[in-house]
C-alpha cells in the first residue's frame, strides 16, 4: 500500500515541524521505512525540507515491516530508530514485546481526527494510511464467461474457476485476511476458516508469497485473488479489467502506521513527524497517488478518488483482525496450512 507515500511525504518539507527549537536542532532523526520507489523518492524530495524546517538531520533506513521490527528488537536496550513505519501486523508483535511508545495527545493534536478503526491500542501508534483486504476480480473474464462478480471468499470455489485462482500463501498478510474471510464466513472459528478455504484452494493454480499478484492477472492466469484495494487500483490504471470487491462477511482493514520508538533519541521531533502524516493535505495525496484511503475524518476526496479508495462508510464496515490472536497462533495455523491447503 505504501509504494507511492513518498509524494505525499514530500508535503512534509512544509508541514511537519514548527520553527525549530533548541532540543529539535540538536537532533538527528532516524526513520524506518519502507524500501523501493518510496525510499528514494523519500531521500530526493522529503530529507531535505524536513532538515530545513527542523534544523536537524534525517537518516532513513529501508526495509520490510518484519525487518524493521527486527531492528527494534535488536536495539531494545539502546534504541536507534525513532519513527517506524509498519504494517499492523508487525507492529502488534513489537507493541506487544514493548518497543513501542505511546503517543503524546498535545504532540500529536491530530489524533482527535482519526477514525476508529486507525486508532491502536492505547495510542501506541497510529494507522496513517489504509486499504482494505478483500476479493479481486478480472470483470471482462467474468462477464464473457457469465459469472455475477463475487460477493463472499467461497464465490471462488466455483467450479468454472477451476486453475484460475491465485490465492495468497498464509505467510504474507492477504493469506491471514483469506482465511478469517473464511472464518468469518463461517461460524466465526478457525476450524471453519480452514474448511472454507481448502474449497476455494481447490481452484488455486498457486499460492504467492510475494503481496503483488498483479502478473498472475495480466497474464491471464488468474482472474480472482484475496488482494488489496490499493493494488487493486493501482493495476486498473494500467487498463486493466479488474475490480475489488468488499466481502458480504465484511472486508479487513489493512493499516500502514506510523510509530514512536520506546527510548527513542530524539523523542519530540518522532512525534512532530507522525502528527505531520495525519494532516488532510497529507492523507488526500495519499489517496490520490496510492489509492490509501483517508485514516482522518477531515480529509475530503473528491467523488471519483472517493470511490476508489476506502471511506468512511466502508471503514465502518470493517472490523480489524485480533492481532494478539493471529501473532499467537500464527506459528501453529502456518504449519497447518502448508499440510492441509497448499498440498
Known amino acids: 500500500m505504501t509504494r507511492l507515500l513518498a509524494a505525499a511525504l514530500a508535503l512534509i518539507g512544509l508541514t511537519a515541524c514548527a520553527p525549530p527549537s533548541p532540543t529539535a536542532s540538536a537532533g538527528k532523526l532516524v526513520v524506518a521505512g519502507y524500501g523501493g520507489s518510496y525510499q528514494e523518492a523519500f531521500e530526493q524530495a522529503v530529507l531535505p525540507g524536513f532538515e530545513k524546517e527542523c534544523g536537524c538531520q534525517v537518516t532513513y533506513i529501508a526495509g520490510s515491516s518484519t525487518d524493521t521490527v527486527a531492528k527494534l528488537k535488536a536495539q531494545k536496550a539502546a534504541p536507534q530508530i525513532d519513527v517506524a513505519l509498519i504494517d499492523d501486523g508487525p507492529q502488534a508483535q513489537a507493541a506487544a514485546a514493548g518497543l513501542l511508545a505511546g503517543l503524546d ?3 500529536v493534536t491530530r489524533l482527535a481526527k482519526v477514525e476508529k478503526v486507525a486508532r491502536l491500542p492505547g495510542d501506541v501508534g497510529v494507522g496513517f494510511a489504509m486499504t482494505a ?8 473474464w467474468y462477464a464473457d464467461n457469465g459469472l455475477p462478480a463475487p460477493r463472499k471468499l467461497s464465490d471462488l470455489a466455483d467450479p468454472k474457476l477451476k486453475g484460475k485462482v491465485v ?10 485476511g483469506a ?5 468469518r464466513e463461517g461460524d466465526g472459528t478457525v ?3 480452514f474448511a472454507g478455504i481448502k474449497k476455494v484452494a481447490a481452484n488455486a493454480f498457486t499460492f504467492d508469497t510475494t503481496a503483488d499478484v498483479s502478473n498472475y492477472f495480466l497474464q491471464g492466469q488468474a482472474v480472482a485473488s484475496v488482494w488489496g484495494g490499493s493494488r487493486v487500483e493501482t493495476l486498473a490504471d494500467k487498463n486493466f479489467p479488474i475490480k475489488f470487491a468488499y ?7 489493512l493499516l500502514a502506521t506510523a510509530n514512536v520508538v520506546k527510548g527513542a533519541p530524539h523523542p519530540d521531533l518522532a512525534q512532530k513527524f ?3 502524516l495525519l494532516e488532510p ?4 495525496k495519499l489517496a490520490a497517488e496510492g489509492y490509501d484511503g483517508p485514516t482522518v475524518t477531515d480529509a475530503t476526496l473528491d467523488a471519483a478518488l472517493a470511490a476508489r479508495v476506502v471511506g468512511p462508510e466502508q471503514a465502518a464496515g470493517m472490523t480489524p483482525l485480533d492481532w494478539k490472536d493471529v501473532n499467537g497462533n500464527r506459528a501453529a495455523w502456518t504449519d497447518r496450512w502448508t499440510k492441509e491447503v497448499e498440498q
Open 133 to 140: 483486504t478483500g476479493l479481486a476480480y478480472n470483470s471482462k
Open 105 to 107: 495527545p498535545a504532540a
Open 247 to 253: 466481502p458480504e462477511e465484511g472486508a479487513i482493514p
Open 274 to 276: 507522525v502528527n505531520a
Open 167 to 176: 490465492l495468497p500463501s498464509i505467510s504474507n498478510t492477504y493469506g491471514v
Open 191 to 193: 476450524e471453519s476458516g
Open 179 to 183: 482465511l478469517m474471510l473464511a472464518a
Open 281 to 284: 493535505a497529507i492523507q488526500r
